[in-house]
């Protein structure tokens, strides 16, 4: 049909219109609705002890990750500090947040042995504290799925210092600041898993729900439920479903599908290509 007819069935019948793609298993500009879109990203050069930049799509987000020494750990290992361009709502922002504490507090990560300071002896124990600091620069596109590879990535290219302690053994006294030099020497921060974030939409047409990635924002406001799911490949360490859905198989097509993206996503890190 004519381009002007085009765009009168879509702005006039919106739903209609998305459907005879969705049916076909496409979108309109005939990418299918199971292909991510790509995904790019830097290491490093962002400061702090170890940085990515993103961009999956039309988001795009840094992330550096900061570390200090606590001699009595006691809170959580991790904290975030998010900042957005003012298109992310003040909601958006503290679900992210939420669902980042949540993952990076899952014993399956191996977080708090890896922030632990080696090269110490025993009877001293130190851990690192990080702080992820997180910009979301874009935001056209699935959010979640990209501060979480910002995160992984910048993970990955993370290195921490050595410590040395003139603190001897037999010192009942506590361990004092000027007892402990941070060296040159680094090495990686290394985690059993590391978390990947999947934003799937569901689309209602004529009581059949399809699946969708990387949706456009017109076609998001028209979709019943939205699913962020967060694997390490083998275990979901968050979900989080706003909308409603009526298909309980959905929920483990989407944990297959996940656990496939983790696989293609952490190989992309692993070998700085992008997608």
Not at 119 to 147: C, H, K, Y
Request: hydrophobic share 45%; with cysteine; charged share 20%.
């Amino acid at each position: 049909g004519s381009p002007m007819g085009e765009q009168w069935f879509k702005s006039c019948l919106p739903e209609e219109y998305y459907e005879q793609f969705i049916n076909e298993g496409i979108y309109p500009d005939g990418r299918s609705v199971s292909a991510f879109k790509s995904l790019y990203f830097k290491l490093g050069a962002w400061g702090g002890v170890g940085s990515a930049l993103v961009k999956l799509g039309g988001v795009a987000v840094s992330c550096s990750v900061h570390a200090s020494l606590a001699l009595v750990h006691d809170g959580p290992l991790v904290s975030c500090e998010i900042d957005a361009c003012t298109s992310v709502s003040q909601t958006e922002i503290s679900n992210i947040n939420d669902m980042l504490m949540e993952v990076f507090a899952n014993d399956s990560l191996t977080l708090r042995s890896a922030l632990l300071v080696k090269g110490n002896d025993e009877g001293i124990s130190m851990t690192w504290e990080l702080i992820f600091r997180v910009q979301i620069l874009n935001s056209d596109g699935s959010i979640p799925d990209a501060v979480f590879c910002a995160v992984s990535a910048a993970l990955f290219d993370t290195r921490l210092p050595s410590i040395q302690l003139t603190h001897s053994k037999d010192d009942e006294a506590p361990l004092r600041q000027e007892e402990i030099s941070v060296l040159d020497e680094t090495t990686p921060l290394v985690l059993a898993a590391v978390p990947v974030a999947v934003t799937f939409y569901v689309f209602r047409s004529k009581n059949k729900e399809f699946l969708l990635v990387d949706a456009s924002h017109d076609l998001i406001e028209k979709c019943s439920a939205k699913v962020s799911f967060v694997t390490d490949g083998t275990n979901v360490l968050a979900m989080w479903i706003r909308g409603v859905l009526t298909e309980e198989n959905l929920l483990s097509s989407m944990a297959s599908v996940a656990a496939r993206r983790h696989q293609v996503v952490m190989d992309a890190i692993r070998h700085h290509t992008s997608l």
